[in-house]
């Protein structure tokens, strides 16, 4: 492990030196749990933060990535705050850290963890490590959860157990879905998400040498289902990115168009929240294929091609942003 970052090791340094230490100024919460973990209420029963959101999203990436906000333009008159993350390294960080894989509790009280701690768990149902070689080691670790209920003491001695150590070395982030700094890593997962489609189409992910990508912020609604649609049609209908691969032009072309949601979508272009409830509240019953980002840009450094598909939907993000 000597050759190779820790993501675990960084991403827990950011928790207690960032967002532990400025419990007040990013209004966020510190927990300790009775089992000795330390969670960290980003916005369940507290405001959060613009700075928090940003740190979450760092720390869900294992501190491998970029993250900076923006501006996203509807039209003359109305304008959205945006998220911008960029990172060299999307095995780890977005493969081996951000992805939401790893299923906690049973039942009603399962919940999806995402962040370093699944690096170093690698637990037999995250499928996700099939699509990188990544694997991290370290004595302290960190969860990210996206949930509207508080983490159980089960949760965190799961999470103890399977990473091989003691509960008190453990650190859950939690934000759900209806709230500033939910919304904005939601927005920010869009590199994710063209990784994880990369490789379901057969594109080798290792190929890639840089990333980028943005995608507008949506706005707050205390609604937990409406805004779930509003922040997965963040990405779907509003996000863009810029990869940078080394790779055979036959390739990338026969990849490029089915990345996006318009020409890969079996839903498109419905919103995400309309979908959603067709499945019954159930995302096992989604196509794969819904997942997927609006636009994107590839440019191969090996022949100097660039290779576009996709577009900006802005009558979707309209709807459900401002409706």
């Keep these: 492990m000597s050759d190779q970052v820790s993501i675990n090791k960084m991403a827990v340094k950011l928790v207690k030196e960032e967002i532990i230490a400025n419990e007040a100024k990013l209004g966020v919460k510190v927990h300790k749990m009775d089992c000795g973990a330390t969670l960290v209420d980003m916005g369940l029963d507290v405001k959060g933060s613009w700075d928090a959101g940003l740190l979450f999203t760092r720390v869900a990436m294992g501190d491998m990535s970029r993250v900076q906000l923006g501006s996203w333009r509807l039209d003359d008159e109305i304008m959205f705050s945006a998220v911008e993350v ?40 995250d499928m996700y490590f099939e699509m990188t070689p990544y694997r991290d080691r370290n004595d302290e670790v960190v969860l990210c959860i996206q949930d509207v209920k508080l983490p159980s ?56 040498v840089n990333c980028w990508g943005k995608a507008p912020i949506a706005p707050v609604v205390n609604d937990e289902v409406k805004a779930m649609g509003r922040i997965n049609d963040a990405i779907l209908y509003g996000g863009e990115v810029e990869f940078w691969v080394d790779a055979e ?75």
């Design 153 to 208: 003491e089960d949760i965190a001695l799961e999470v103890a157990r399977e990473c091989d150590v003691p509960p008190e070395n453990v650190y859950l982030l939690l934000a759900p879905s209806a709230c500033l700094v939910g919304s904005i890593q939601v927005s920010a997962r869009l590199l994710e998400q063209v990784c994880h489609k990369m490789h379901e189409k057969g594109f080798e992910v290792e190929k890639v």
């Design 249 to 323: 032009d036959v390739e990338v072309a026969k990849v490029v168009h089915q990345l996006v949601s318009k020409t890969s979508s079996p839903y498109y272009p419905e919103p995400f929240g309309d979908v959603f409830e067709k499945a019954g509240r159930d995302f096992y019953y989604i196509d794969h294929d819904f997942h997927s980002i609006a636009k994107i840009q590839i440019h191969n450094v090996r022949t100097g091609s660039c290779f576009v598909a996709g577009e900006l939907n802005k009558d979707v993000i309209r709807e459900t942003f401002l409706k």
């Design 86 to 125: 960029y990172t060299e390294s999307p095995l780890i960080s977005c493969l081996g850290s951000q992805i939401a894989g790893w299923k906690l509790g049973e039942g009603e009280f399962a919940t999806i963890g995402s962040g370093p701690a699944r690096a170093q768990a690698v637990v037999d149902s």
